[in-house]
């Protein structure tokens, strides 16, 4: 445990960030597994309308450092190219 009150400032400090970026990262996979579940359901518009969500959120954790800036362009890329596929897989309606 730390002894200086400067060392119990920053382990508080570094338990409040853990417990934030945990909520965080969990926000994340949730918004991912639901754009991921749409697409598996061929639902191309909730798709779309959950990667906005998603695309979002992920921006937004880049930004506050919570992931690395280019996880979050590689899973949009990727959740873009899946509902790109299914787009084209679909029938025309």
């Known amino acids: 445990m730390p002894h200086s009150a400067s060392a119990k400032k920053r382990h ?3 338990l409040e960030r853990r417990d934030k970026n945990r909520a965080v990262k969990r926000e994340l996979k949730t918004r991912v597994r639901k754009v991921i579940d749409a697409v598996d359901a061929g639902k191309a518009e909730d798709a779309q309308g959950a ?3 998603a695309a ?3 921006d937004r954790a880049a930004a506050h450092k919570v992931i690395h800036r280019n996880a ?4 949009k890329s990727r ?3 899946r509902i790109k ?3 084209a ?3 025309a309606e």
């Open 72 to 75: 979050a362009a590689r899973t």
């Open 79 to 81: 959740l873009a190219a």
């Open 85 to 87: 596929t299914l787009k």
């Open 12 to 14: 508080r400090q570094s």
């Open 56 to 58: 979002k959120k992920l």
């Open 89 to 91: 897989t679909a029938p």
């Open 51 to 53: 990667l906005q969500v």
